[in-house]
């Protein structure tokens, strides 16, 4: 109660300053799934305190951009930081409003209980792989970034050809951690984040030294906004203490 008490008078302070208070407004928020958890957590008291309303679409990144780019709009955009700064440039995000916001590297999974095979090392993340009856990533074709890098891990680790009877896709926008539920799976690939959002798995560890990579998040106003006073509050919002121990609980690395 104490910490939801501070959380709640930070973001009043804030409100209280720019003085939005008066205008309440509907937010359409484009968001990845690699920061799902942290947000959800973040908007209802968001809510609460502003009277803003947010309406969120999640999906990977990449499929958001080129929704955007295919003339979607929202109000505000929460992507890889690429994606943003890709949009900026385009004229598709305001370029001030642009931050980065967290981020994360890519871990394995099990279901829950099963037992964690080893990928201390290089080596042993290899022997792991091929030993695996199925592995679950994004489908590099859809553009995820976890699931693209991975593609490419599985090439430099020359083992790409032995790995494609293994691979399971979940379905576009979706997580891989899903199909270790089901059985269809059982280790997945995915942003740390996004494993920690689905229940029943548990996570083995991240990549092994040079193997992993780092994915940055970034949140921007789309220039078309009529809300731009109220998607500028919650970024704010998102870069603030409380937010940022949301960030780090839920597997993300607060900037």
């Known amino acids: 109660m104490t910490r939801l008490v501070g959380r709640v008078a930070a973001i009043a302070m804030m409100v209280i300053v720019q003085g939005s208070f008066a205008h309440a407004a509907e937010l359409r928020l484009f968001s990845t799934i690699g920061v799902q958890g942290a947000v959800e957590e973040l908007l209802p008291l968001f809510e609460k305190v ?11 990144a990449a499929m958001l951009v080129k929704r955007i780019q295919g003339g979607e709009t929202a109000d505000l955009y929460i992507l890889t930081r690429t994606g943003i700064d890709a949009l900026a440039k385009e004229g598709k995000v305001v370029p001030s409003s642009a931050v980065t916001l967290a981020s994360s590297g890519i871990a394995l999974a099990v279901k829950a209980g099963a037992p964690k095979p080893n990928i201390s090392t290089p080596e042993a993340l290899k022997a792991t792989l091929l030993n695996a009856k199925a592995v679950a990533y994004s489908d590099p074709a859809a553009g995820g970034a976890s699931g693209v890098y991975f593609a490419n891990l599985l090439e430099r680790m020359g083992i790409a050809d032995q ?29 740390t984040p996004e494993i920690m959002y689905v229940k029943g798995v548990d996570i083995i560890g991240v990549l092994p030294g040079d193997y992993n990579s780092v994915t940055v998040f970034g949140a921007g106003i789309a220039p078309d906004s009529k809300n731009t006073a109220a998607a500028d509050l919650l970024i704010k919002s998102m870069q603030s203490p409380e937010a940022r121990a949301v960030f780090r609980s839920r597997g993300l690395d607060p900037s």
């Open 163 to 191: 790995m494609k009877a293994k691979a399971k896709f979940p379905p576009p926008g979706g997580n891989s951690a899903s199909l270790l539920l089901t059985g269809e799976a059982d280790i997945a690939v995915q942003q």
């Open 50 to 60: 502003t009277g803003n309303k947010v309406v969120p679409t999640w999906s990977t």
